[in-house]
């Protein structure tokens, strides 16, 4: 059964997801197209209600994002928000000019309690507004509903037609009962019956993966990161042994990190193939230093051993963890299109798959990791940080030895360990070490040494495309200085990275 879906077209706001991700913490299903996605298109999504995002530009710019007008003749409920309020005005005939006084912020609005947008809501409530331009003509049939001290028309309505507008952001936890206006959208605009949970989410994918793969035979590049696993065991749930898991050890893991996969599938019902392939990756990468070479050669191995394994279980389908955030970083449609990833990054045509099954494609990581609880993944998987498929291979500066190898998961494990003794909430994002090509001078005993010195980093951020240096305690990083220098061969010095990204990377290549 196809559950109701509410639309989010995207004009570029910021808060786009925001919005999808309220509509569905009410049990509505909701995904993001971009704006100017057919009409025919949207028509066979069939959504109960659409709801037009804010965006940077003015509808007067040159390159001012539009969509097609026919959607406010479709007789499904609309509701504008921000440049989404002044897309409708504009389009339906009403007028927008650059406010006197841009507003910004928390602004009191007031708002008429009858409308069906602000039912049971008070008369008045603090809002987000962002705005430099408004709403100054209403466009035929609609009335104004919302006004601030400097913007009479903050929201409008035309209720014949099912359109409603607001300039302020419902969507955002500054604005007092923008909850309850999205949920007077969807419920009494749209009439959402409340039908999507993750319990409804597994069992519809289980049943469209088992009608589309039939009996044949899916591989999944796994590399234990929290989208392909939670993926793997999705799939597996719904088709058991057809599914092949492969696991390519490419020998620069973390330290036990390899066996901890391992262990973890093997209590799930799937084939799951590990793949040791260190020696055969270190062979192709001996004296290799530059950070380009290097991805490219562990990209291209990777594939190669993936190819092999994937014609050995004759497999028709090919199984992704795509999930939505890199849908819309692609700018992908609904092409299937193999997107460069480390796992599955450029895998030849000739590999002869017919069809690709992305079950997580249209869930942010969050729900991603709901879904691995759900699935009966533990905790420690489905938290898992992210980890470069190159693995340690960027995070030794230079080129990669057994010995550094061995020098950086040691160190690596004990600076996990010790920020791992942080509580959850004080954890940085991502956290691990480098080896640096440098050595330097020390004294251990009465002997002097020339060994390497090690970078710790740790970051926090929240999307990872940008981050700030986590500012760990003195007393941790002194705890981690003392026990690398003294625990780890070949390791006699530490410092800590206090870069941001930009102007840094995360990770040091
Ligand atoms: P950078 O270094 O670009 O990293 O700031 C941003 C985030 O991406 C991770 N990362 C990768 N993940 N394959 C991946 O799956 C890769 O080749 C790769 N390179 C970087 C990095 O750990 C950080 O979280």
Redesign the pocket.
Known sequence: MKTQTVLVLDFGGQYKELIARCVRNMSVYSEIRFCETPIEEIKELAPIGIILTGGPNSVYGDSAPTCDKALFELGIPILGICYGMQFTAYSLGGEVVACKESEYGKIKVKVDTTSALFKEIAPEQIALMSHTDRVSKLPKGFKITSSTKNCPVAAMENKEKNIYSVQFHPEVERTEHGKEILHNFVFDICGAVADYSMDDYIENQIKEIREKVGNERVVLGL?G?VDSSVCAALIGKAIGEQLTCIFVDHGMMRKNEGDEIEKEFSTHNINFVRVNAGPRFLAKLEGVADPEKK?KII?TEFVRVFEEEAKKCGAKFLAQGTIYPDVIESGAKNSANIKS???VGGLPKDMGFIGLVEPLRGLFKDEVRVLGRKLGLSVKLVER??????GLA?RIIGDITEAKLVILKEADSIFCMEVEKLPLAKRP??Y?AVLTGMRSVGVMGDCRTYDYTIAVRA?T?TD??T?EYAPLPHKLLGRVSSRIANEVNGASRVVYDITG?PP??????
């Not at 940080?385 to 190159?390: L, R, T």
């Not at 840094?504 to 290549?509: K, P, Q």
């Open positions: 590399s990161g991805r990209g990833h480390h796992n940080q992210p980890f470069p498929g190159p960027v994002h991502q691990f970051v951020t990872f495309m981050a990204k840094a990377t995360i990770e040091w290549e």
